[in-house]
């Protein structure tokens, strides 16, 4: 909504839960503004999900492939397919086209809704070097060592900060003021993840790499997803607060849960499995864009050719060695649907969306009971601001800006990448909260039931313990994207997960692709999968 005036607290939130309530009794001190709350695919999910029942469809649509979804998977798959010489493909959105990826923007300025940055690829990472090189992002030296990228799209310093006792610090693990014993173990874990990141297992493959389906099966090395990633710490002696709350953070960011409940080999794979190298960047650069992933999507769903239509999926069947999908269209609340035939259908849906719309999904031997990943709820905030509020003098503003002893996860900058020489008058701030405080089932009951001051004051608690109320007269408008099931967390035994494996190993009409099959969301996962289940359709 619009601003007449803003928000007015008294005291920076503290974290979590209490820290929502504790915003509550502030919140009469803020004025007028309600934020716009956006539940992508809800209204869509809950009618597959319930059953509910629709009309015959309108149309039927005849494609070689149809890929069922246009997040990252997807597109790959249809870009994959593209260039591999198959140009009959229909891809059918989704409830929300891009998924995970998507953005929006505020006039010229654009914002992301999801996910808004990719880590420079390792050489590993092949599938993601030769897409970015065909999307011209690397554009000299797509398989060498070092490439080259695209100047525009590599993060500009400074690139992030931590506020810590009071005062921001450059980066974002702790250094001035930390006691000398804490800093110590800080080098001893940094040195063991060197260590680690090099590391092969008897089978000769790396412990730790991207894509995760490479890695060493090495049993020595697999039982670290037999325990929490807490436990390992405990196990090996790290106890300093900051690294403990350094490596939690880092969980929740990656992961939407903390140490203690995400797996010992997902922990590790976070510090061990990147470190991609670029000729004209630090290593460990990142590319990123205003409108997060948006751009990078909206640029291969050109390049993939396929036809796309609007729509969600409400059931999928073989049905004589082809694929039928149902697909719908809400219209003023009301579904209109049209069925899809195809030689092969690409499911590239989360999981716990195509347990409920592949027919009989058990028959590719996934138990929805058994083998369902554990999903994590996030927050994503907008706040359009008409100018930048005031920083503290000891570290500039920058890309990526985190708060110290919180449940958020901080803020990015849309406008960080304008090299004009003077800032723009107007910026967008992008504040990230992942749910993972509570059970994942009660926060999404209190997703949907929470009133929008609730999930303001949780959207702001990083933003206050920033600027107090400086922030305030800034705003002009504010957008929260509730994301439900956000992303699969890696809990221990998700790397034996047999049904997970039963769906990667498809090969009849009904293929599946989407970063679940790894059971953890980043793009180099989601697009692995899309390019497998390409390969699977060619075949």
């Given at each position: 909504?619009?601003?007449?005036?803003?928000?007015?607290?008294?005291?920076?939130?503290?974290?979590?839960?209490?820290?929502?309530?504790?915003?509550?009794?502030?919140?009469?001190?803020?004025?007028?503004?309600?934020?716009?709350?956006?539940?992508?695919?809800?209204?869509?999910?809950?009618?597959?999900?319930?059953?509910?029942?629709?009309?015959?469809?309108?149309?039927?649509?005849?494609?070689?492939?149809?890929?069922?979804?246009?997040?990252?998977?997807?597109?790959?798959?249809?870009?994959?397919?593209?260039?591999?010489?198959?140009?009959?493909?229909?891809?059918?959105?989704?409830?929300?086209?891009?998924?995970?990826?998507?953005?929006?923007?505020?006039?010229?300025?654009?914002?992301?809704?999801?996910?808004?940055?990719?880590?420079?690829?390792?050489?590993?990472?092949?599938?993601?070097?030769?897409?970015?090189?065909?999307?011209?992002?690397?554009?000299?030296?797509?398989?060498?060592?070092?490439?080259?990228?695209?100047?525009?799209?590599?993060?500009?310093?400074?690139?992030?900060?931590?506020?810590?006792?009071?005062?921001?610090?450059?980066?974002?693990?702790?250094?001035?003021?930390?006691?000398?014993?804490?800093?110590?173990?800080?080098?001893?874990?940094?040195?063991?993840?060197?260590?680690?990141?090099?590391?092969r297992g008897a089978d000769r493959r790396k412990i730790f790499t991207l894509p995760a389906a490479h890695a060493?099966?090495?049993?020595?090395?697999?039982?670290?997803?037999?325990?929490?990633?807490?436990?390992?710490?405990?196990?090996?002696?790290?106890?300093?607060?900051?690294?403990?709350?350094?490596?939690?953070?880092?969980?929740?960011?990656?992961?939407?849960?903390?140490?203690?409940?995400?797996?010992?080999?997902?922990?590790?794979?976070?510090?061990?499995?990147?470190?991609?190298?670029?000729?004209?960047?630090?290593?460990?650069?990142?590319?990123?864009?205003?409108?997060?992933?948006?751009?990078?999507?909206?640029?291969?769903?050109?390049?993939?050719?396929?036809?796309?239509?609007?729509?969600?999926?409400?059931?999928?069947?073989?049905?004589?060695?082809?694929?039928?999908?149902?697909?719908?269209?809400?219209?003023?609340?009301?579904?209109?649907?049209?069925?899809?035939?195809?030689?092969?259908?690409?499911?590239?849906?989360?999981?716990?969306?195509?347990?409920?719309?592949?027919?009989?999904?058990?028959?590719?031997?996934?138990?929805?009971?058994?083998?369902?990943?554990?999903?994590?709820?996030?927050?994503?905030?907008?706040?359009?601001?008409?100018?930048?509020?005031?920083?503290l003098p000891e570290a500039p503003l920058s890309w990526d800006n985190v708060v110290h002893g919180t449940q958020?996860?901080?803020?990015?900058?849309?406008?960080?990448?304008?090299?004009?020489?003077?800032?723009?008058?107007?910026?967008?701030?992008?504040?990230?909260?992942?749910?993972?405080?509570?059970?994942?089932?009660?926060?999404?009951?209190?997703?949907?039931?929470?009133?929008?001051?609730?999930?303001?004051?949780?959207?702001?608690?990083?933003?206050?313990?920033?600027?107090?109320?400086?922030?305030?007269?800034?705003?002009?408008?504010?957008?929260?994207?509730?994301?439900?099931?956000?992303?699969?967390?890696?809990?221990?035994?998700?790397?034996?997960?047999?049904?997970?494996?039963?769906?990667?190993?498809?090969?009849?009409?009904?293929?599946?692709?989407?970063?679940?099959?790894?059971?953890?969301?980043?793009?180099?996962?989601?697009?692995?999968?899309?390019?497998?289940?390409?390969?699977?359709?060619?075949?």
């Open positions: 909504m619009e601003r007449r005036s803003f928000l007015r607290w008294t005291a920076a939130l503290g974290a979590g839960g209490a820290a929502a309530a504790a915003g509550i009794a502030a919140y009469g001190r803020w004025r007028e503004i309600k934020p716009a709350l956006h539940y992508p695919g809800r209204a869509e999910g809950h009618l597959v999900r319930d059953r509910q029942a629709l009309p015959a469809p309108s149309e039927v649509i005849e494609a070689d492939v149809a890929v069922l979804g246009s997040g990252i998977a997807g597109l790959t798959a249809a870009w994959k397919l593209r260039r591999e010489g198959i140009e009959d493909v229909l891809m059918v959105d989704g409830p929300e086209p891009f998924g995970n990826a998507a953005g929006g923007a505020y006039g010229a300025l654009a914002y992301p809704t999801g996910a808004h940055y990719l880590p420079i690829p390792p050489q590993e990472c092949l599938h993601v070097r030769h897409l970015l090189y065909d999307l011209g992002i690397i554009t000299r030296d797509p398989y060498g060592p070092k490439p080259h990228y695209d100047e525009k799209l590599i993060l500009h310093a400074p690139h992030e900060r931590l506020l810590y006792g009071g005062k921001w610090h450059e980066g974002i693990t702790p250094r001035a003021g930390v006691p000398q014993a804490e800093l110590a173990e800080h080098a001893r874990f940094n040195a063991e993840m060197e260590k680690l990141h090099g590391m060493s099966n090495d049993p020595a090395w697999r039982r670290l997803d037999t325990i929490t990633f807490k436990t390992w710490l405990e196990q090996n002696n790290y106890r300093a607060p900051t690294l403990l709350w350094y490596l939690d953070y880092c969980c929740r960011d990656d992961y939407g849960t903390g140490v203690d409940r995400v797996s010992a080999w997902a922990g590790l794979h976070y510090f061990c499995a990147r470190g991609g190298e670029a000729a004209n960047a630090e290593g460990g650069a990142w590319l990123t864009w205003p409108g997060g992933l948006q751009p990078l999507a909206e640029k291969l769903a050109e390049r993939t050719g396929a036809q796309r239509r609007a729509g969600t999926v409400a059931s999928v069947k073989a049905v004589d060695g082809r694929a039928e999908a149902l697909c719908f269209v809400l219209e003023n609340g009301k579904p209109r649907t049209y069925l899809v035939r195809a030689r092969k259908a690409i499911c590239a849906m989360p999981l716990f969306v195509a347990s409920h719309v592949v027919d009989d999904i058990a028959s590719h031997g996934f138990d929805p009971a058994r083998h369902m990943p554990a999903y994590a709820p996030w927050l994503v905030t907008n706040f359009l601001l008409e100018r930048f509020p005031e920083e958020g996860l901080g803020y990015v900058v849309s406008t960080h990448q304008d090299i004009r020489q003077t800032p723009p008058a107007q910026t967008v701030f992008t504040s990230y909260v992942a749910l993972a405080d509570r059970d994942p089932r009660e926060a999404r009951k209190w997703m949907q039931s929470a009133a929008p001051e609730e999930l303001l004051a949780l959207a702001t608690v990083d933003l206050r313990a920033a600027y107090g109320d400086a922030f305030d007269g800034c705003v002009q408008r504010a957008d929260i994207t509730l994301r439900a099931h956000a992303m699969a967390a890696p809990l221990p035994g998700f790397l034996s997960n047999p049904g997970v494996q039963a769906l990667r190993d498809a090969s009849g009409p009904v293929l599946f692709a989407h970063s679940d099959l790894s059971g953890f969301s980043v793009f180099e996962e989601a697009s692995w999968w899309g390019w497998q289940a390409a390969r699977a359709a060619l075949s």
